[in-house]
């Protein structure tokens, strides 16, 4: 699933905030069933994705679904498929049962509509329990990141605040720890309330990307521009990082591997940092 550093949720029964979604220039747009969705609601919110899922659209489609431990979870996961969606988010997950069950889920309803694309399975993370089971939880091929739901996780908690305390600040790195450790890509951070807000926003984003994030969930389409110039790698950052890649180069065809870039000690690791600061430029640039 192709993603990128704005994850932005909209309800899937909203048709005109779905549709600005879709059309907006966010990432990943994420429609939801779940927490923006009421539960006398659930049906046409299913029922809409069909006719959503036919629209244009620039970014990567995602479908929030409900936990697994519901009733809902089994329609939605069929609805999502049916929609062709990219991925399907997986609201407060928390054992490796969960995870198993409807990765199993997924591959029965893939075969019945004849898709041979895995749909991705995001895991979002927003109790305790799911903090503490992230690293022994044995991830299959369709999970390649999780998410932070930071809102659910200080709830769960009884925290105070909801970003940028030290609890929620905590947690944030240990998924980020954690996800390296099992060999997950980067995190999706979680999102900031204050949906106009656009300099908080920007903070927010540049603390999750300073943390390990690669993303942040966004929930109004305001949120779009601060994380992404949040996620996009200053142009001095990449002077300096060409500059140390074409330098190491020169000096690994004299046989050195540590030299000096403008005053600076260069070797090995701070080559492979310069190497992913490109990546992400690029990407940003795509």
């Known amino acids: 699933m192709r993603t990128g550093p704005v994850?932005?949720?909209?309800?899937?029964?909203?048709?005109?905030?779905?549709?600005?979604?879709?059309?907006s220039l966010a990432d990943v747009v994420v429609?939801?069933?779940?927490?923006?969705?009421?539960?006398s609601e659930k049906d046409a919110a299913r029922a809409a994705l069909a006719e959503l899922a036919l629209r244009p659209r620039r970014g990567t489609l995602c479908v929030r679904v409900n936990a697994a431990g519901t009733t809902l979870c089994l329609r939605d996961l069929e609805a999502a498929v049916r929609a062709g969606a990219d991925g399907v988010m997986?609201?407060?997950?928390?054992?490796?049962?969960?995870?198993?069950?409807?990765?199993?889920?997924?591959?029965?309803?893939?075969?019945?509509?004849?898709?041979?694309?895995?749909?991705a399975l995001v895991p979002l993370i927003e109790t305790a329990r799911?903090?503490?089971?992230?690293?022994?939880?044995?991830?299959?091929r369709r999970v390649r990141r999780v998410a932070f739901g930071s809102v659910d996780y200080a709830l769960d908690l009884q925290l105070s605040g909801t970003a940028?305390?030290?609890?929620?600040?905590?947690?944030?790195?240990?998924?980020?720890?954690?996800?390296r450790a099992i060999g997950l890509d980067g995190p999706i951070g979680g999102v900031t309330l204050e949906a106009r807000d656009a300099?908080?926003?920007?903070?927010?984003?540049?603390?999750a990307r300073e943390l390990g994030f690669d993303g942040k969930l966004a929930i109004h389409p305001a949120q779009i521009e601060p994380i992404q110039a949040a996620f996009r790698p200053a142009a001095e950052d990449v002077a300096w990082a060409s500059e140390v890649v074409e330098a190491f180069a020169a000096a690994e065809k004299l046989?050195?591997?540590a030299i000096l870039v403008r005053g600076r000690l260069v070797d090995y690791p701070v080559l492979a940092q310069a190497e992913r600061l490109l990546a992400r430029a690029g990407n940003a640039a795509r």
């Open 7 to 23: 994850w932005l949720f909209a309800p899937a029964n909203a048709a005109r905030k779905a549709q600005g979604a879709l059309a």
């Open 31 to 39: 429609l939801d069933l779940e927490d923006a969705v009421a539960v």
């Open 90 to 119: 997986l609201p407060k997950t928390e054992t490796a049962a969960e995870v198993g069950a409807v990765c199993w889920a997924l591959a029965q309803i893939e075969a019945a509509h004849g898709r041979t694309q895995p749909t």
């Open 130 to 140: 799911g903090l503490s089971n992230l690293d022994r939880i044995d991830w299959v």
């Open 164 to 179: 940028g305390t030290e609890a929620v600040t905590a947690a944030e790195f240990a998924i980020v720890r954690a996800s």
């Open 199 to 207: 300099a908080l926003c920007a903070r927010d984003a540049r603390r």
């Open 255 to 257: 046989g050195s591997a």
